[in-house]
């Protein structure tokens, strides 16, 4: 995602003024980032209270959209998803927002150690018609210091993107790591018997459909890069492969060879392309690279569904080789099979985490299916979820998350969790019917 950074000269010496700011371009103001607040690795860690106020309106007119309390708004919701901060509620602020600033001079630290918060994140907006500069500040309030300021500016439709950017910002800021707020989700939504692939922001906003081909399409799965999406699809009575481009809607069809063409996935690289094929009669993993397809299987069970393990060196599949369903790891030539699940009679859909620690599946247990995860050496079994039947796991790109689908009150919809099953969210419109979710990775600079 890119947001244009273009203002007019005369918004920009407001804006300076007022903030008494360098001239910037979208970059750095004062940036100190050596000090680690969050270990966020460590077995425990305490969460960080954080302040996050109502971005003040420098604008000539008045804000009546409300446009500086969204920009807040999103933040806190952002950063109330990971677990990393204790978001203060705002009706304990007791600083005086009519007298206050936005610069270290003009805020009284003291407003706010009182109410417990150690961060601080204020702003400033300016909207002239349809285009908004925004500055986004971040305050160690103890050392009375800022952390981190940025400049923002675009349209105001950008409001959202922003402020997942300087939400991103902050996790860096405070963690070391990057946020994972501009990611996407792709997913299947079912209706009138035709699936089509339809993408939203991570947290289910910003939804729209990708797909309009009147087909039934599985098994969507994201480029490294983010710009295309490979599934499979049926059209003319056959299942094929096609990649479509997120930005231009482009479709290309990969496949050419009858039989069952099934659950592509990319390679952590993106120059390959795994996926199941029944070019003899049985279902086996192929490798699709340029024009050049192998099989790397080639058992009389059924393999399918193949997840790439972050180095690019293995993949976890599934066969039904035991007589029943179950999750296996070979390397990514097919050599070296081993049988990863003995837990649970019926064991589908792999996710191989980014972190290359974990694989994330579905277990039908007690008549239900739930999300499992595994350490790829088979140990660490555990149960995510208790509630619905939950199917189709996808790992965010930090590893630190799960979307899934789940069948709950009667619908089925896409849901999100931690990694350890806490914070489980449905994120999609109660009145659709969704499944099969893939997670973006993070878009390219």
Known sequence: MKIMFSVQRSALRVLIFILSLFTVHYSLFTEVHAKIYIDINAPSFRSLPIAIADFKNFSDSNDRDGHGRKIAEVIRKNLDFPGFFDILNPASFVEDPNRAGVIEERIDFKDWSTIGAEALVKGGIIIEGQRLTIEARLFDVFQGRMISGKRYTGEIKDIRKIAHRFSNEIVRSFTGEEGIFETGIAFLVNSGGKKDINIMDYDGYNMRKLTNSGSLNLSPNWSPDGTKIVFS???????????????????????????????????????????????DGNSDIYLMEGNNTRRITNHWAADISPSWSPDGKGIAFVSDRPGSPQIYIMDSNGE?????????????????????????????????????????????????????????????????????????????????????????????????????PAWSFRPKE
């Open 336 to 436: 070296n099979v081993r049988r990863l699940t003995f837990e649970g009679s019926y064991n589908v859909s792999p996710s191989w985490s980014p972190r290359g620690d974990k694989i994330a599946f579905a277990s039908r247990r007690n008549g239900k299916f739930e999300i499992c995860i595994i350490n790829p050496d088979g140990f660490g079994f555990q149960q995510l979820t208790a509630a619905g039947n939950n199917e189709d796991p996808q790992w965010s790109p930090d590893g630190r998350y799960i979307v899934f689908s789940s069948k709950r009150n009667g619908k089925t919809g896409i849901y999100t969790m931690r990694a350890n099953g806490e914070n489980q969210r449905l994120i999609t419109p109660s009145d659709i019917t969704a499944i099969d």
């Open 233 to 279: 699809s049926e059209r003319g009575r056959s299942w094929w492969i096609y990649t479509i481009d997120v930005r231009t809607r482009e479709e290309k069809r990969l496949t050419f060879e009858r039989g069952l063409n099934i659950s592509p996935s990319f390679s952590p690289q993106g120059e390959r392309i795994a996926f199941t094929h029944s070019k």
